[in-house]
């Protein structure tokens, strides 16, 4: 089915680990991007992609390693877990940026950091 | 990045038209006024958006006043499965981030 998926749903891990979290969208769309979702902070970007090979930070990128080597992936890295990276992870994409391109969302990655 | 300011929380009965008011004053003329939902557990999903003119579509209605300083999104029936956080968001494109306020969570009663 066309869309945006993410994987895994769910992830429990430790602290100092590395865990990688997927994203994978069907649309061919040049925009993805990561934001992470905490109680009291909303949305918060870590990282944006304009198209493969071009990633840029968002406003809470520390910590964190993507990459974009084909279009319809954007893997995002904790190289080095710690508990305040216990979140939700939301992946969207959309076509572009002009004024009425809308971002399409995945479910989201629930990731626990013990 | 305009800043919103929505009510904390609305109840709606199921059924009813829900009217979700968001005031937007510092908006800049080529900013979009969009609208998501949050529905519990699940990512945010696109609901309408629009500049001056009002919007509708299959899931809502955008009002957006003359002088684009707020704006009310219309669930014209609302049901159970429109229980969620409703966030107001001008968007100009050409930057990188959807900025998601608090929202408003909408509760629709049986």
């Known amino acids: 089915d066309a869309g945006i998926t993410q994987s895994p749903r769910y992830k429990i891990t430790e602290t100092g680990r590395q865990v990688t979290l997927m994203c994978h969208q069907t649309w061919s769309h040049s925009y993805m991007f990561w934001y992470r979702q905490d109680l009291g902070h909303g949305l918060r970007l870590i990282y944006y992609?304009?198209?493969?090979?071009?990633?840029d930070k968002g406003e809470v990128p520390d910590g964190y390693v993507v990459s974009r080597s084909k279009t319809e992936n954007f893997p995002l890295t904790l190289e080095s877990a710690t508990r305040s990276q216990t979140s939700v992870y939301f992946c969207?994409?959309?076509?572009?940026?002009?004024?009425?391109?809308?971002?399409?969302f995945g479910p989201g990655t629930r990731l626990l950091v013990l | 990045d305009a800043k919103t300011t929505q009510p904390t929380s609305m109840d709606c009965a199921e059924g009813r038209a829900a009217n979700l008011p968001c005031n937007h004053s510092?908006?800049?003329?080529?900013?979009?006024v969009y609208w998501y939902r949050q529905i519990h557990s699940q990512g945010p999903q696109y609901i309408i958006h629009g500049l001056k003119n009002n919007e509708t579509n299959e899931m809502a209605s955008l009002i957006i006043t003359e002088d684009r300083k707020s704006s009310t999104l219309i669930l014209p029936h609302a049901t159970l499965r429109d229980t969620a956080v409703y966030y107001c968001?001008?968007?100009?494109?050409?930057?990188?981030?959807?900025?998601f306020g608090k929202g408003t969570k909408l509760t629709v009663n049986p």
């Open positions: 992609s304009a198209a493969a090979d071009i990633t």
């Open positions: 968001i001008p968007f100009q494109g050409g930057s990188e981030k959807l900025v």
């Open positions: 969207a994409s959309s076509e572009g940026l002009a004024s009425q391109e809308t971002q399409y």
């Open positions: 510092t908006i800049s003329g080529n900013e979009y």
